[in-house]
């Protein structure tokens, strides 16, 4: 029940295009729902988030998209770079049944490559 | 601020052989996460403190230990090292604003046990 699904597993884009990663989680005590981005050899980095009360949120050329009655959420990236070239995770926080404190839950990454 | 920092950035072990990767953090944040990053996998939750003195397991605690006795460190022991622990080792600090979690990374620690 913790778990936070991401699809697809790698990502092939061509600069300019419309990147879409997805996730869908099943613990409705999750509350927030931040995107990380890792470049190679780096650590994440906070991307964006969103709160479970906003359908969307747009920053830049990134928006994540909420849906809370199907309990899925999703990253688009518009008019992708080759910069935008990462992996990304969705996370989901909340109390962890059993733990008492707040941790993320991590899905299991999105490797981007945008293509010239 | 420096934010999250780790030592050392690499390390080869022996089979057998122990040692501490290091993690601070100057941002006075209470909770604290160890991770680490297999190829494919994701992020999983070694250990994680929500407190000087107060830590708990995570997902994959076997072989770790950590201790809190500061806010601003957090390290990680391994003991016996075994080449199951080749991985990339994350810590991550966090500060909950409104009861939203946000996680902040070090640089990793790539360790290599042969």
């Known amino acids: 029940q913790q778990q936070v699904k991401q699809s697809p597993q790698s990502l092939i884009v061509q600069k300019g295009g419309i990147s879409i990663i997805n996730c869908a989680y099943e613990?409705?005590?999750?509350?927030?729902f931040p995107w990380y981005q890792q470049f190679p050899g780096k650590g994440p980095a906070l991307l964006i988030a969103?709160?479970?009360?906003?359908s969307e949120k747009k920053e830049g050329r990134f928006t994540i998209s909420f849906n809370k009655s199907a309990k899925q959420f999703s990253l688009h990236i518009m008019d992708s770079q080759p910069g935008d070239s990462a992996t990304y995770f969705c996370?989901?926080?909340?109390?962890?049944?059993?733990?008492?404190?707040?941790?993320?839950?991590f899905g299991k990454g999105t490797k981007l490559s945008v293509i010239p | 601020n420096a934010g999250v920092t780790q030592t050392p950035k690499f390390r080869i072990l022996k089979i057998g052989q122990s040692m501490t990767l290091q993690c601070a953090q100057d941002m006075n944040h209470n909770y604290m996460y160890w991770y680490r990053q297999d190829p494919g996998m994701g992020l999983k939750l070694i250990y994680y403190?929500?407190?000087?003195?107060?830590?708990d397991k995570g997902e994959v605690p076997n072989g770790y230990n950590v201790s809190r006795s500061t806010t601003e460190d957090f390290p990680l022991r391994l003991e016996l090292a075994a080449p199951s622990q080749t991985s990339v080792y994350f810590c991550?600090?966090?500060?909950?604003?409104?009861?939203?979690?946000?996680?902040?990374f070090g640089p990793g620690t790539r360790l290599l046990v042969l």
């Open positions: 969103i709160r479970p009360d906003v």
């Open positions: 613990n409705t005590a999750f509350d927030y």
């Open positions: 996370a989901a926080s909340g109390i962890i049944s059993g733990a008492g404190s707040y941790q993320l839950t």
């Open positions: 403190s929500v407190g000087a003195g107060i830590t």
């Open positions: 991550a600090s966090a500060s909950r604003d409104r009861r939203f979690l946000t996680q902040y």
